[in-house]
């Protein structure tokens, strides 16, 4: 078989695939197990976060506990100092029902208190609709007599007051055994959920206090489809029922998934359990991981695409030119064999270089687009002014370094008065520029100030003041309402033939037991108010 100069035969097509794959093989023994290593450092750092947040949930529950405990001391020490004298009490009933009222009054932690006899009457109590009744039938108060502690009752629905209440209760006994009284305190679970709310004191913290049928006595954020619920069956429950204490990670009484640590109270069958959403926690470095893995991986792809260029162009290629200028030399077509040089790096070195280039510009494009996308996401699209999201979060960041400063937030509600009507007789198009003359003269009337003008929805704006009281907050909404006086945008169906707009104003120094949805509200009603009043009126709330 003769072959022909310039031909490839099967053989040397296979030596070069060889070399082609050599070259990618000894790429990916460098870049994989600096990819598999920068992963598994992730994994570990991931594990590390989650033992710290898991310490993090155990030490909030061991505050709770301790918080929560601090309410029940309070009625568990009133309990054995009305239960030792209950006997003495007894033999003077007025005395009795109005010392009783008075620690009910003044005691905290502590809705209500009876003293019943060894037969199971009440005989004497803070509140007059349990006197003389029977409670001999009530599970509570066998427990009670057979117990030689404090006991402490599941949720219930109380004979007197209807509600879901909780008991203590103590028996005294004769020298010989016998129970002479069962002394009982109401515990205030009002009391129980403030408690819980300044233990959640991180954003995403859920607490909850569990009795041990499974009842939510308390939980904070509230939830009415929770607290006083039983979930007797429910994963958590049966973890908290199990163990003294314990972390756990799984769905919480709302469904969403979260880590809890929980601890049980001594000497009573209670637990409090505190959860953080998992994805608060993992979803961060979960999220890095994929974003770190997939760049290794489409690194590695682009890696192993330049080999194979560089394979065929800077090795195979002079080869094959050096063999070709041999056999030019050999057959004495040529003299000498020219230099083949290292040239085929330029088009590579112009050909990233216009990458990088267009990947440059790409990027630019992009950061432009997506700050649009987030002002767009920021400011209301008829009036340019801020939406209601914004002036949420604002509200928010504001409300908390406001009751760290002790300085107070004022709000500012108004609404359009008879636009409805403006848009039945003139038309939406200019009822939309009624709305944009309104934002800019607030935007103008807030100029050099702090204030964040919002568009509420529909004809409704706000206005959020940071530092000033409610004069202040009075003397803006004046000068708003004077100022869309002289605009006057006309309005045939208004009695003053413009536009007017009725004012709410409400201020406060936010607490740690006040709500900023308090403030809104407060504000609305105000609104309400000069609505109700006549419209075209400013009225404070206070």
């Not at 082609?20 to 023994?29: D, E, H």
């Not at 009933?93 to 019943?116: K, P």
């Not at 280039?357 to 002014?385: C, F, H, I, V």
Request: with cysteine; proline share 4%; net charge negative.
């Amino acid at each position: 078989m003769v072959e022909r100069f310039g031909e490839e035969t099967p053989a040397a097509s296979g030596r070069r695939s060889s070399l082609r794959l050599r070259v990618l093989f000894l790429i990916c023994l460098v870049a994989v197990p600096l990819s598999v290593e920068r992963i598994v450092a992730l994994i570990a750092e991931r594990e590390e976060e989650v033992a710290a947040v898991e310490e993090d949930v155990r030490n909030l529950a061991r505050r709770a506990k301790l918080a929560q405990l601090e309410g029940l001391t309070r009625a568990i020490t009133t309990l054995d100092v009305v239960s030792r004298h209950s006997e003495l009490l007894l033999e003077e009933n007025a005395y009795c029902t109005r010392f009783l009222g008075r620690l009910a009054d003044e005691v905290a932690g502590i809705q209500g208190l009876f003293i019943a006899d060894a037969a199971g009457v009440v005989r004497c109590a803070n509140a007059p609709l349990a006197l003389n009744i029977d409670i001999s039938d009530r599970d509570y108060f066998r427990s009670a007599v057979e117990a030689d502690d404090t006991v402490m009752t599941s949720l219930f629905v109380s004979r007197v007051s209807g509600r879901n209440s909780v008991f203590l209760l103590r028996a005294e006994r004769a020298v010989g055994g016998a129970p002479r009284t069962v002394t009982g305190v109401v515990v205030d679970l009002q009391w129980l959920s403030r408690i819980a709310a300044g233990s959640a004191v991180e954003a995403g913290v859920d607490v909850d206090v569990i009795d041990e049928a499974g009842s939510v006595i308390v939980r904070y954020p509230v939830s009415p489809d929770i607290v006083e619920h039983a979930f007797p069956d429910h994963p958590l429950t049966r973890a908290v029922t199990a163990q003294q204490e314990g972390i756990m990670t799984g769905p919480g009484f709302d469904g969403k998934e979260r880590i809890f640590a929980f601890e049980r109270f001594d000497r009573l069958p209670v637990s409090v359990a505190v959860g953080v959403e998992t994805d608060r926690v993992v979803g961060p470095i979960d999220r890095k991981i994929q974003a770190t893995a997939l760049a290794y991986f489409i690194a590695l792809a682009c890696f192993l695409l330049l080999a194979w260029f560089a394979a065929e162009r800077i090795i195979i290629a002079p080869i094959a030119r050096l063999t070709r200028a041999v056999t030019s030399v050999g057959r004495g077509e040529v003299d000498h064999v020219r230099d083949i040089g290292v040239a085929e790096f330029s088009p590579l070195v112009q050909a990233f270089n216009e990458m990088a280039r267009r990947l440059s510009l790409r990027n630019s494009e992009l950061r432009t687009m997506n700050g649009r996308l987030a002002s767009l996401a920021r400011t209301d699209g008829l009036t340019g002014l801020a939406n209601r999201r914004t002036f949420d979060v604002q509200f928010s960041q504001d409300w908390v370094r406001a009751r760290g400063e002790g300085a107070p937030l004022t709000l500012v509600m108004l609404d359009v008065d008879h636009f409805k009507s403006f848009n039945d007789t003139r038309g939406h198009l200019p009822g939309d520029e009624a709305l944009r003359a309104v934002a800019r003269m607030l935007s103008a009337a807030a100029a050099g100030t702090s204030h964040l003008v919002a568009r509420y929805g529909g004809e409704e704006f706000i206005v959020l003041m940071t530092g000033g009281g409610l004069e202040a907050g009075m003397a803006f909404a004046e000068d708003v309402r004077r100022l869309l006086a002289e605009i006057a945008i006309e309005h045939p169906g208004a009695p003053r033939r413009r536009v007017t707009a009725s004012f709410g104003v409400a201020s406060v120094i936010p607490t740690a037991d006040g709500s900023p949805d308090a403030l809104v509200a407060a504000a609305d009603a105000a609104l309400y108010e000069a609505k109700r009043s006549g419209r075209d009126r400013v009225i404070a709330h206070r």
